[in-house]
């Protein structure tokens, strides 16, 4: 049904206040492994991290692993993956999951979640790739921040063919079904910058 052969999910290692986040993030990893979808994320086995790689696993889907030596050691690594690379610091950690994805897609998640999800729109942005972003907005989690990215285009700060290039929705199958036609334009990130004479 899709382009993607492989999506990059970003998402907390906690499983959050409200049941719904663990249960939408098991019905991704089962939907994706059931489009033939491989599953690009962080190596953990807990919260939704653990819960995407526990459904697309059951379902007998692929998912790929990639944790820093220092948190597998906390014994946070998932055991039963299909594949996991075990790396020497975050940014390698980062670097790897962007280049064997097609796509990224963030879930509820804290600090972590954000920072990854945003560099690798920052790269979207700058043209260093053009694989597409999206948020899976679960309960409303992400509507603040997208009014404030609004905001961000309101003060002319971020461009809105960029932010129109950042996909929001509640459903994760339409969703996917996004990322795997969006087309990714090369638009200059800067506003209002001088002509260079």
């Not at 991290?49 to 690594?77: F, H, S, T």
């Not at 064997?100 to 509820?108: G, K, R, V, Y």
């Not at 694989?131 to 809105?160: E, H």
Request: proline share 3%.
């Amino acid at each position: 049904m899709s382009q993607l052969s492989s999506l990059c999910v970003y998402c907390g290692s906690s499983p959050g206040s409200d049941p719904i986040y663990l249960e939408t993030a098991s019905e991704l990893g089962r939907y994706l492994a059931n489009s033939g979808i491989r599953v690009v994320y962080g190596g953990g086995n807990v919260g939704l991290m653990g819960a995407v790689a526990d459904g697309a696993l059951a379902a007998g889907g692929e998912v790929i692993g990639v944790i820093p030596k220092a948190l597998a050691e906390k014994e946070l690594a998932h055991h039963g993956l299909t594949e996991i690379h075990t790396v020497s610091s975050m940014h390698e950690r980062k670097t790897m999951m962007a280049e064997l994805s097609d796509a990224f897609i963030a879930l509820p998640g804290g600090i972590g979640t954000m920072e990854e999800i945003f560099e690798v729109f920052t790269w979207t942005q700058l043209g260093f790739h053009a694989k597409p972003c999206a948020f899976l907005n679960t309960s409303g989690y992400y509507d603040d921040l997208f009014s404030f990215l609004k905001n961000m285009v309101g003060q002319r700060f971020i461009k809105q063919e960029h932010l129109d290039i950042l996909l929001i929705g509640k459903n994760h199958s339409e969703l996917v079904q996004q990322l795997s036609e969006v087309k990714i334009e090369a638009f200059d990130k800067w506003i209002d910058r001088k002509e260079q004479t």
